[in-house]
T-cell receptor, first 111, second 116 residues
Framework: KQEVTQIPAALSVPEGENLVLNCSFTDSAIYNLQWFRQDPGKGLTSLLL?????REQTSGRLNASLDKSSGRSTLYIAASQPGDSATYLCAHSYYGQNFVFGPGTRLSVLP | GAVVSQHPSWVICKSGTSVKIECRSLDFQATTMFWYRQFPKQSLMLMATSNEGSKATYEQGVEKDKFLINHASLTLSTLTVTSAHPEDSSFYIC????????????FGEGSRLTVL
């Protein structure tokens, strides 16, 4: 059974801190890994997609890395801002299949 | 990015009635659409996968007769919750893709259903 875990479950930091969110999965044969953001009561917004042949992706203050052999991905957020407060979900997929989601990390960035 | 629209964004209904939720891909043709259910502070649970023109594939434990899914066109899928009961109250989210192997999956804004 595919399983995705995320640590920590919740995180509260002061504005300006750099932080790391962790995602672990049990099957190293995954194809894609994607990080999403979900605001309360809203749908999901894709942040970064790491495709099969890639090891990391960057977008602005966000950097995501993928190590399939160890079954881990990390999302690095630099210089956090209150607007970054949301739930961050990681999800992986096999080729041509649906994504399997982790439980998420609820992030609060305090002004 | 591509836009997926969900309607309604929230709905309240009486127990025993049926509710239909629409999911539309506005600027692309979605060969595959997915329906998820999300309980408070929990992750997304896949309910079913629908491909245009064919019957939906339901995940284990999801009642096919309770949650009717139709994907009649490349831009529209509907989820009908039949004879809704309070335990069906939840947040329902759809997603759509035209190139799933590339990981391109776009989500609607979700629909909050409350059954009284």
């Amino acid at each position: 059974k595919q399983e995705v875990t995320q640590i920590p479950a919740a995180l509260s930091v002061p504005e300006g801190e750099n932080l790391v969110l962790n995602c672990s999965f049990t099957d190293s044969a995954i194809y894609n890994l994607q990080w999403f953001r979900q605001d309360p009561g809203k749908g999901l917004t894709s942040l970064l997609l790491i495709q099969s042949s890639q090891r990391e992706q960057t977008s602005g203050r966000l950097n995501a890395s993928l190590d399939k052999s160890s079954g881990r991905s990390t999302l690095y957020i630099a210089a956090s801002q209150p607007g970054d407060s949301a739930t961050y979900l990681c999800a992986h997929s096999y080729y041509g299949q649906n994504f399997v989601f982790g439980p998420g990390t609820r992030l609060s960035v305090l002004p | 990015g591509a836009v997926v629209s969900q309607h309604p964004s929230w709905v309240i209904c009486k127990s025993g009635t049926s509710v239909k939720i629409e999911c539309r891909s506005l600027d692309f043709q979605a060969t595959t659409m997915f329906w998820y259910r999300q309980f408070p502070k929990q992750s997304l649970m896949l309910m079913a996968t629908s491909n245009e023109g064919s019957k939906a594939t339901y995940e284990q434990g999801v009642e096919k007769d309770k949650f009717l899914i139709n994907h009649a066109s490349l831009t529209l899928s509907t989820l009908t919750v039949t004879s809704a009961h309070p335990e069906d109250s939840s947040f329902y989210i759809c997603s759509a893709s035209w190139r799933l192997e590339a990981g391109e999956l776009f989500f609607g804004e979700g629909s909050r259903l409350t059954v009284l």
